[in-house]
């Protein structure tokens, strides 16, 4: 019996670093998290899933954003900000994940964070030098 998988090794995460994770349905469903006023009707098993989904998301753009920090010199104060946001976003997701309300639009605002740091620092990426 023959194999159809392939294993890829990128102990580096260059593939990574080529295909960036589609940020608009993690936006979208930052959205919706955030325009829950009361009960959203959800059993604590469909919240603990949106919860996982908005930890790997979280997961993937800290990620992206240690990569964009590292582009900067060890000076530059907004890599400095990076790595303070960086040590939050271990600390809050190594709290045990619940099927709560309170879990999922913590780990929305998480992911928010994380991408508005992300566009800080590549806003505050040197630009790329050009050969003639």
Do not use: N
């Not at 920090?69 to 619940?98: F, Q, Y």
Request: net charge negative; glycine share 6%; proline share 7%.
């Amino acid at each position: 019996m023959s194999s159809t998988h392939l294993v890829l090794h990128d102990p580096e995460g260059h593939l990574e670093a080529q295909f960036p994770l589609d940020r608009a349905p993690h936006e979208c469903l930052i959205k919706a998290v955030f325009g829950w006023t009361g009960d959203p009707g959800l059993t604590p098993a469909d919240l603990q899933q949106i919860a996982l989904l908005l930890t790997g998301a979280a997961r993937a753009v800290a990620d992206d954003v240690r990569r964009a920090a590292h582009l900067l010199p060890d000076e530059h104060a907004a890599r400095a900000l990076a790595d303070v946001v960086l040590e939050e976003t271990d600390r809050r997701l190594s709290v045990r994940m619940e099927g709560t309300v309170r879990c999922v639009q913590g780990r929305a605002r998480l992911v928010r964070a994380l991408y508005e740091r992300l566009d800080r620092l590549v806003s505050a990426a040197p630009e790329p030098v050009s050969t003639p």
